[in-house]
């Protein structure tokens, strides 16, 4: 625990300055005394005072040069540094402020000033540390709260999610499966963590609009009608509509409704085309592909993720984005990603 006296270290090659400063700080304050700078930088560093009283004309060393190397350390950068000395010029008083010396005493001094001055500086720098350690407690609790609702906001994400797996449970784990390779694949293209994040939550409710597709046609086991299917078209618009107003930071609303969209306009809602369609929502068209194409439906078989790839080859540039279907095709060839089936209540964080 650090002594009630504030330290203050004494730094010049006089002894009668020595002797006066002493005796005028001696009753408030713990002293130490350096003759010359390199003996106070040792000292500086060893004790970390509270001050320096700081001479300029010195051996050996200047208080300049002491000044410097002090602010130099961020051992000792924070401590106060005062001058005192008999240079009296302007030239003189801003060379050691612009050094980093916070206060300057020009001899002879009085004791009242000096008092004054160290008491103002001590003061400074115990409010300065005593808002860096408020700071830092702010930060750290921030951080905590942070993490507090960012965990709120993925267990309320995965039961919307799960709403729908319940009304369709043949492809239960669908969301989660395209949420992990859409990651994967924007992790191989080399997006932002941050821009990750939003895909992978836009991945987690791509389909949350078949809440409002009856449940005989999510789990019939024949082809669909033409009727039907333009039932099931529907549900990019209506997961928009759910997502919308909820103040993401990232457009996931927008991600969800394009994630149907084709690069030659043959997709929907909006029949949208090239450079229309987001950059994620492309990403998400294939990763929603992929997982669909190799899993079970009630209506087919699983095919395998290479029957999957053999599509996206095939329509790769006109219906899928080329870049995107690169990567998806190098993750799986070279074994660095594969589906989990077994757990499918979480799409992992990037």
Known sequence: ????????????????????????LTAEYRLGIAKNGPNALAY??????????????????????????LKANPDTA??????ITAMSETESKTKGFELGAVDYITKPFHAAEVKA?????VSLEAMRQQLETQNEQLAHQVEQKTAEIHEMLDASIRSMALMVEIRDPYTAGHQQRVAQLACAIAGRMGLEAETIEGLRIAGLLHDVGKIRIPVSILSRAGSLLPAEFEMIKIHPQVSFDILKGIPFPWPVARMVLQH??????????????????????????VADVTEANSSFRPYRPARGIKAALAK????????YD??????????????????????????PPV
């Open 1 to 24: 625990m650090k002594p009630s006296r504030p330290l203050v270290l004494i730094v010049d090659d006089n002894p009668t300055n020595i002797d006066l400063l002493v005796n005028t």
């Open 44 to 69: 500086a560093v060893k004790h970390k005072p509270d001050v320096v009283l700081l001479d300029i004309m010195m051996p050996r060393m200047s208080g300049y040069e002491v000044c410097a190397r």
């Open 78 to 83: 924070p401590i106060p540094v005062i001058f």
């Open 117 to 121: 001055r160290i008491r103002t500086h």
């Open 260 to 285: 149907h969209e084709r690069l030659d306009g043959s997709g929907y809602p909006q029949g949208l085309c090239g450079d229309e369609i987001l950059q994620e929502a492309k990403i998400l068209a």
């Open 312 to 319: 996206l080859a095939q329509h790769k540039g006109t219906q």
């Open 322 to 347: 080329a870049d995107v279907v690169a990567a998806c095709r190098d993750l799986f060839a070279g074994n660095h990603f594969t589906f989990d089936y077994d757990n499918v209540a979480a799409a």
